[in-house]
């Protein structure tokens, strides 16, 4: 794809987030230490300040977008169903993947509009509804189709 983007538009693409050694450094990292709030992307700022890679607005960017309220609201109304969700119930926990009290501090704070990870929150609630679907669907074969993979 690189090399077509060259050629062909005589664009040169980089991609240093999907570096697989960023993404291990990364990932070495606790997850709930992987951010802060009020901080937008805490890893990303400091494995690149003062490398002069990174615009200095990038890296200072409190935000990426404006749907705070919303999402706030949601979590304030919800936040009964989401502890219960990632409670002690959780497969998240039972394999391991998080841990109660980050995430009951995190549901807390979000329940009361502080500022929260509310990346990490999402996936988490992602992850946990995607693992309770798969005990209850019924594909259990994959097979090639056309140059992709199908459930069935």
């Known amino acids: 794809m690189r090399e077509l ?3 062909d538009h005589a664009t040169e693409i980089a991609a240093p ?3 697989n050694e960023v993404i291990r450094a ?7 230490q992987r951010g802060a709030p009020g901080r937008y992307k805490p890893l990303l700022g400091e494995a690149f300040a003062r490398t002069g890679l990174l615009p200095d607005f990038v890296l200072s960017r409190a935000t990426k977008g404006g749907f705070n309220a919303l999402a706030y609201a949601g979590l304030t109304q919800h936040a009964a169903v989401l ?3 990632l409670g002690p119930s959780s497969r998240l926990s039972a394999a ?3 841990s109660q009290p980050p995430v009951e501090r995190m549901l ?3 329940a009361a509009g502080q500022p929260t990870a509310q990346g990490a ?3 988490a609630v992602s992850a ?5 679907q798969m005990e209850t669907t019924t594909a259990a074969s994959w097979w090639e189709v056309v140059g992709h993979v199908a459930a069935a």
């Open 5 to 7: 983007a060259l050629a």
């Open 17 to 19: 987030f999907l570096d």
């Open 26 to 32: 990364c990932l070495a990292v606790p997850a709930d």
């Open 83 to 85: 502890s219960q969700l």
């Open 96 to 98: 391991g993947l998080i």
């Open 108 to 110: 807390r704070r979000a």
């Open 121 to 123: 929150l999402h996936l």
């Open 128 to 132: 946990e509804i995607w693992l309770r």
